[in-house]
């Protein structure tokens, strides 16, 4: 093995790879030399292996938050009706395979590639295992895990939707192996050439092209019906005002009675089933669990989708008994320090009969009897009566300090009450005792007016602070919109600009820009109102967070109010669920941020208290996360910044990983192959199962839990063997054998005639005297075959639990529990085999 353990005085001595890439070698072999007790050394690189493993999930969070916000960017397109949208310019399924799998896989692939180049061109045996042993990990484990994560409750369990996709990563998740054992055992056996690599590396794009093909439906599987939706949604979900709107018309055209307050419930509740959560969020919620770091926040859209289906099945029924449904007036509302008290108000739909509703005050940032005084009761409703308001008293304070919230939140309606969607709301209280920043609120980012209005309203507030004169400078930009002049033939807008002045104590101003009606049925075009230039009495005076408010013209009609309610409520949805980063700053917030912050877990969530283990894996984690902080923020070069830099720290992490690894084996007497397939391809693998898990539970089908396995697997191969042996073959093919080679593979001529080793690579001289690629397939191949054959029993049970039990995840308790254990006796098959194998227990030479 590469990494040698020698016994010399009680001394072990150990090449990590050969030629560390990171730790240093001291003695005259090459080797270093250590003298300490070997189960010191054990403990003390399995330690920092776990460490590292740590820190490469740490830094792929961030190389797959820079991967989300490069695959959200969107493009102008005109639909059939000549409307210009906005649509993504990646393809969910393309990105899936593309940029997601690389950020997924990043690791396994960058330490095959890190090793060749390494080795000096020469074949490794830690790369190529640990893709395999990752591919067996993620296969049969992260499945078993998948599967029995469904709990009985959810009936007929979950199964896969895009069956033709599913079946296209399936295939060749199995073929990229199978193709392995073709390139080292038939074709050419111990050697890659140049056009064996080629064709490897060249199924990467060719999979990606099938894939697309199947989702768009141009090619479609016999006995598969069309691809019903995308394997897992790829960016973020800011929905657009013609989206509401289409679904609205749907909806009115299906159910043309219905009120309007049950339309809008059920267009919210089909909105947030359609916005499911991107395999991005998955990991790198999966990753900020194991270390204690700040949650994204994920939604559950299989509830979503189910309480959308109930409605729709019995809605009218539900409609009748449930007399009352009680709201705040108002999702969130603000009050400065100084005000004395703040004021909400509570609505319910109907206003027949006594009614009555428990009220109660919870912090958040904000803190009870410090900043206002904790409040609860119970609100009567008399008949005839729809509103009814709750005042809680604001404590003010002479001390600077930062915006603090407060909810407000609803429970026990009461007699056959129901809670609405907006049964909580939060009051922020804004400090008056600094000037503050000035900026768009979360929600004022988008806004939408119709034509006949003759103008837009875009609202611009003040945060943190009211003391003071501050005033902004404010500019329109077209974008789809073209901005012009009264008379202007196709102006949708008139250009304008301007300064607001903020007053001490006031918190915000409005805007007025004129539109012209053009009286365009299918109309969404949308034009930015830019902020600059603050100026105040001190240099506390900025810029708030957002300073670019979009403006989007649609169409007149009656719908205003509603798509406006709607888009509100589904952008701070998926503000909140953004990874997203927009400055160093926030950056270091976040990584010094223990746990849930709060805010992000108003609905219900458990990371608001983090518990004892989050701080211990937060501080084990901290350097790291302080580290990988300086990489730029996602906002910078539309997110390209953050994915480069991201992605070569990505490979300086790897490399240290590959040379502990190396090092702890050698002092465990385990070969690099054994060390790959177990302990580096499951340290690199164990976010991807968190990741599985949460979208196997959180979404109403089986594709991006399933999918991302079968993708990648397949994507490891086409990319984390097929870049470094197409590079290594042509190095040789163009520089041919040197010294180093021919001393491994048999020269003829002195002084390497005398050479003793394997007899099937040291002629391989007398085959290819200009130099070629080596890859040894000894162990590789027979593991390779091995985890095919078992991939095969795996998806072939797969295939049977959909017959059997309807669906491939969950189903009856036992028969998921049996799956499960089935899958998990696979690999430990596979790892024992191979072990085996590699320790010569057992010497199966698989010759075709």
């Given amino acids: 093995m590469t990494a040698t353990l020698a016994a010399a005085d009680d001394a072990r001595i150990c090449d990590p790879g050969g030629s560390g890439v990171f730790l240093p070698v001291f003695n005259e072999e090459g080797s270093w030399e250590m003298s300490m007790d070997n189960n010191a050394r054990i403990v003390m690189y399995g330690l920092g292996l776990l460490w590292m493993f740590l820190g490469v999930g740490l830094i792929a969070d961030v190389f797959m938050s820079a991967i989300e916000v490069v695959t959200a960017k969107e493009i102008m397109t005109t639909t059939k009706t000549g409307a210009v949208v906005p649509v993504k310019f990646w393809n969910a399924t393309v990105a899936n395979l593309t940029l997601m799998a ?20 020469m074949a490794g045996p830690l790369g190529p295992s640990t893709i395999v042993g990752s591919a067996a990990f993620n296969m049969f484990v992260i499945l078993a895990i998948c599967i ?121 509740a089909a909105l947030k089933a359609k916005s499911k959560p991107s395999r991005a969020q998955y990991r790198m919620m999966a990753t900020r669990q194991m270390t204690g770091g700040k949650r994204v926040k994920v939604q559950n859209t299989s509830t979503q989708a189910a309480d959308l289906e109930m409605i729709r099945v019995d809605g009218g029924a539900k409609e009748e008994k449930v007399q009352n449904i009680v709201n705040f007036k108002a999702s969130a509302y603000s009050v400065l320090e100084n005000a004395g008290q703040v004021t909400v108000t509570v609505v319910r739909s109907s206003s027949s009969g006594p009614f009555q509703v428990d009220f109660a005050t919870e912090g958040v940032t904000a803190n009870a009897g410090e900043d206002y005084e904790e409040t609860m009761g119970v609100l009567e409703f008399k008949d005839g009566e729809t509103e009814k308001q709750i005042s809680v008293k604001i404590i003010d304070d002479d001390e600077p300090e930062e915006d603090e919230m407060f909810i407000v939140k609803l429970s026990n309606p009461r007699p056959e009450g129901k809670l609405g969607s907006e049964a909580m709301t939060i009051v922020t209280i804004i400090d008056d005792d600094d000037p503050g920043l000035l900026g768009f609120k979360d929600e004022d980012t988008h806004v939408s007016c119709q034509e006949s209005e003759k103008k837009a309203r875009i609202f611009v507030s003040r945060f943190n602070g009211s003391s003071g004169t501050l005033t902004v400078d404010w500019k ?58 603050v100026t105040g009495p001190n240099e506390k005076a900025k810029m708030a967070e957002f300073s670019t408010c979009i403006v989007t013209i649609v169409h007149d009609g009656e719908t205003k109010g509603t798509i406006d309610r709607v888009a ?44 004892c283990m989050d701080y211990i894996m937060h501080f084990i984690s901290l350097p790291f996360k302080l580290v990988f902080a300086l990489v730029p923020p996602t906002d910078y070069c539309g997110g390209w ?28 007497g385990l070969e690099d192959e054994i060390t790959a397939i177990t302990f580096v391809a499951l340290g690199t693998s164990l976010p991807d199962a968190f990741a599985s898990k949460t979208a196997a539970v959180n979404d109403d089908n089986a594709d991006a839990s399933i999918g991302n396995v079968t993708g990648s697997n397949a994507v490891n191969v086409f990319l984390g063997l097929g870049l470094p042996w197409l590079i290594a073959s042509i190095y040789w093919e163009l520089m041919g054998p040197n010294d180093l080679w021919k001393s491994k593979y048999g020269a003829p001529e002195a002084p390497y005639n005398n050479l003793v080793g394997d007899p099937e690579l040291t002629k391989l001289y ?34 049977i639990r959909r017959r059997v039990c309807g669906a491939e995840l969950g189903g009856p308790r036992g028969m998921a529990i049996a799956s499960g254990v089935f899958f998990v006796c696979l690999w430990f098959t596979y790892v024992a085999f191979s072990v085996m194998q590699i320790k010569g227990i057992i010497n199966v030479q698989l010759k075709f």
Wanted: charge should be negative; aromatic fraction near 10%; proline fraction near 4%.
């Fill in 102 to 121: 690389l950020g997924s896989s990043a690791p396994e692939i960058l330490l095959s590639v890190i090793e060749t180049m390494k080795l000096k061109y």
């Fill in 766 to 799: 007398l085959e290819y005297p200009n130099g070629t690629f080596v890859v040894p397939a000894g162990s590789l191949g027979f593991s390779v075959a091995v985890f095919t054959g078992c991939a095969l029993l795996a998806l072939g049970t797969l295939s």
């Fill in 148 to 268: 029995t994560a469904i709990p009985a409750s959810v009936k007929g369990g979950k199964k896969i939707d895009q069956m033709s996709v599913y079946a296209c990563t399936a295939f060749t998740s199995v073929f990229a192996y199978v193709w392995l054992v073709i390139i080292l055992m038939i074709w050419t056996p111990n050697v890659v050439t140049i056009v064996e690599a080629a064709i490897t590396f060249g199924m990467f794009p060719v999979l990606v092209i099938v894939a697309w093909m199947l989702d768009n439906n141009y090619i479609r599987i016999p006995g598969m019906g069309p691809a019903k939706r995308h394997i897992t949604m790829i960016g973020t979900s800011h929905f657009h005002p013609y989206e509401i709107e289409a679904y609205l018309r749907q909806l009115e055209e299906e159910n043309p009675d219905m009120s309007p307050e049950k339309r809008e419930e059920m267009l919210v």
């Fill in 476 to 533: 329109t930009i077209d974008q789809t919109a073209h901005g012009g002049q009264a008379g202007a033939e196709k102006a949708d807008y008139v250009v304008s600009s301007g300064t607001l002045e903020f007053l001490a104590k006031e918190m915000r101003h409005e805007i007025e820009i004129p539109v012209f009606d053009r009286r365009q049925y299918d109309k969404a075009e949308t034009f930015k109102v830019q902020l600059s230039n």
């Fill in 641 to 668: 910044a953050c994915f480069f830099i991201a992605l070569g720290v990505v490979g300086l992490v790897t490399a240290l990983i590959g040379d502990l690894a190396s090092l702890f084996g050698c002092v465990m």
């Fill in 568 to 611: 509100r409520v589904m952008n701070i949805n998926a503000d909140k669920y953004s990874v997203a980063t927009h400055s160093w700053g926030q950056q270091f917030a976040d990584a010094l941020t223990v746990g849930g912050d709060g805010a992000e877990d108003l609905e219900g969530g458990s990371n608001a208290n983090p518990g």
